[in-house]
């Protein structure tokens, strides 16, 4: 496959932070608040290690299957984290493991729900609503409409407060268009939506590029790495991976056509 063109990287970051911290942001605080576990002072004892690798991880093999887990996961190994996509649109399984214990965090767009092992194997579970953005917000469902109509398209995460990100939508609405592709745009999460209403019009947005990105499919797909970013979608799915960073018009177009030959 030909290299991608570099990402570049906007530095023009507005003095302008955002006013509030978004609830879609405090989400994110929340899922990583459930997903922390008792840290070890050490390293664990033998019993635990072979407990953990053994008949706990085939029960931790059963949740999977149960939760729908398909793979194959996305890989963070330094962080002890495997994250599974399921057969639904908008649900994915988090995989945790540390030396002295194994939990699994079900993610969907109502909650959160997470089960915890150690060395006894007895599952200890809790579950709570997950937080949500404030309205509009571009949400799992919103997202399951664009795929079920058929038609090709790409998302794209901008925030006013990163300049090239206002400038980026339309270079690839320019891309888009002359391969047949719809852009929607969405505000990334934390972005300081007055700043954002703002900036419509210097970027030729539509007043619909402010609803907040509020989908579990689209941060699990890594599309908030950076702000802009595109997620291109096609046959009822979505295709390859987000794309980070503004690109010309041609780039954007280069990497949706590739996007668009993968099966």
């Known amino acids: 496959m030909p290299a991608r063109p570099r990402v570049r990287v906007d530095a023009r970051t507005r003095d302008q932070a955002p006013s509030h911290v978004s609830s879609v942001s405090l989400a994110a605080v929340g899922m990583a608040a459930v997903l922390m576990v008792s840290a070890a002072g050490g390293p664990a004892p033998a019993s635990a290690q072979e407990a953990l690798s053994g008949a706990c991880a085939e029960m931790v093999t059963r949740q999977l299957r149960a939760w729908h887990a398909t793979g194959p996961p996305r890989n963070e190994p ?35 729900t997470r089960l915890e092992w150690t060395e006894d194997c007895v599952a200890r579970s809790e579950e709570r609503p997950r937080p949500v953005a404030d309205t509009p917000r571009f ?114 177009g280069a990497f949706i056509e590739r996007a668009l030959r993968q099966r």
């Open 78 to 112: 330094h962080a002890g984290m495997r994250h599974w996509p399921t057969s639904a649109l908008g649900t994915w399984v988090t995989e945790v493991r540390t030396p002295t214990t194994v939990a699994v965090l079900q993610v969907t767009p109502a909650r959160l």
């Open 139 to 252: 949400t799992d469902a919103d997202l399951r409409v664009l795929l079920s109509a058929g038609r090709p398209g790409l998302v794209y995460v901008w925030s006013p407060h990163l300049p090239l990100s206002v400038d980026g939508y339309a270079q690839a609405v320019a891309a888009a268009r002359a391969r047949g592709l719809t852009v929607h745009p969405v505000l990334a999460p934390g972005a300081d939506r007055a700043f954002a209403r703002a900036s419509l019009a210097r970027g030729a947005l539509p007043d619909d590029a402010l609803r907040m990105a509020d989908s579990i499919e689209l941060w699990f797909r890594d599309v908030h790495l950076h702000a802009p970013s595109i997620l291109v979608f096609a046959r009822g799915r979505i295709v390859g991976d987000a794309w980070p960073g503004f690109h010309t018009d041609s780039e954007y």
